[in-house]
């Protein structure tokens, strides 16, 4: 595994674990949080499928927020939110906010019917 991944699998643990904290102090039982959100990193080596009638993006988010899923592909038009992670500071990193913004434009191609995109972005530990 190289080390990128590692480091992505780390943070989409962690904001599983923050939410699933924060639901369970607001008294939401178990099954409603395991019906939530959850943030996967999977597609950070692998670019998203495509279905028959959508086009082929090479871009590979870092994080990604799905539903809970039913064995169906994961395509743009399941990303519910994106997360860009870089070892650079973003104050000398014009390229992350190219790319984050890249891949906004490319969930809201994908879903015509949202009219935003929840993204952040992770520079050197800073989000």
């Known amino acids: 595994m190289k080390k990128g991944k590692l480091v992505e699998n780390q943070f989409a643990a962690f904001l599983n674990a923050l939410a699933t904290t924060v639901l369970e102090h607001f008294g939401h039982g178990e099954k409603q949080t395991q019906a939530l959100c959850w943030w996967y990193s999977d597609f950070s080596?692998?670019?998203?499928?495509?279905?028959?009638?959508?086009?082929?993006?090479?871009?590979?988010?870092?994080?990604?927020?799905?539903?809970?899923?039913d064995g169906g592909p994961i395509t743009?038009?399941?990303?519910?939110?994106?997360?860009?992670?870089?070892?650079?500071?973003?104050?000398?990193?014009?390229?992350?906010i190219k790319t984050l913004n890249t891949k906004a434009y490319l969930l809201l191609s994908s879903q015509p019917w949202c009219r935003y995109v929840l993204a952040i972005s992770f520079a050197n530990f800073h989000m």
């Open 76 to 96: 743009w038009k399941s990303l519910k939110a994106l997360g860009k992670f870089t070892y650079s500071t973003l104050a000398a990193n014009t390229t992350l």
């Open 45 to 69: 080596v692998k670019k998203l499928d495509s279905l028959d009638d959508e086009p082929c993006w090479s871009h590979k988010p870092d994080l990604i927020l799905l539903k809970a899923q």
